[in-house]
């Protein structure tokens, strides 16, 4: 995966809460996350994040996918993070919840131009 590349990427994953625990997901509840990221330098504080999430919040991690592709794929074997060895991949998990970053990023920038027009 090359450091500088300007396209942007598409992160996805979802958190699963099977037995209560942590308050981030409701307990019985999958939620999915999307972020678009340009480089490394904006995915690994994601995956960095993820890893705490999932231990912390004692969640389960599912589907993460890069690009469409699972990012446990051999394309991506150079990217290590805490929580790789725990992702499991379900065809038939669907989330309660769709959290769009892309989307919270965007609002954000423009709430911040309006601030200081």
């Known amino acids: 995966m090359d450091k500088n590349a300007t396209q942007m990427m598409k992160l996805t994953y979802v958190l699963q809460n099977k037995d209560g625990r942590?308050?981030?997901?409701?307990?019985?509840?999958?939620?999915?996350?999307v972020h678009a990221v340009q480089d490394l330098d904006q995915l690994l504080p994601?995956?960095?994040?993820?890893?705490?999430?999932v231990h912390v919040d004692q969640l389960e991690?599912?589907?993460?996918?890069?690009d469409h592709v699972a990012i446990t794929d051999p394309q991506y074997e150079?990217?290590?993070?805490?929580?790789?060895?725990k992702i499991r991949y379900s065809k038939?998990?669907?989330p309660h919840?769709?959290?769009?970053?892309?989307?919270?990023?965007v609002l954000e920038s423009?709430?911040?131009?309006?601030?200081?027009a």
Do not use: C
Not at 78 to 85: M, Q, R, Y
């Open 92 to 94: 038939i998990t669907t």
């Open 110 to 116: 423009t709430l911040q131009k309006m601030g200081t």
């Open 78 to 85: 150079s990217l290590v993070f805490e929580a790789k060895t």
């Open 22 to 33: 942590g308050r981030r997901v409701p307990r019985g509840q999958s939620w999915q996350w």
């Open 46 to 53: 994601i995956l960095e994040w993820l890893g705490k999430r």
């Open 61 to 66: 991690l599912i589907n993460v996918y890069l």
């Open 97 to 105: 919840r769709v959290i769009d970053m892309s989307e919270h990023a």
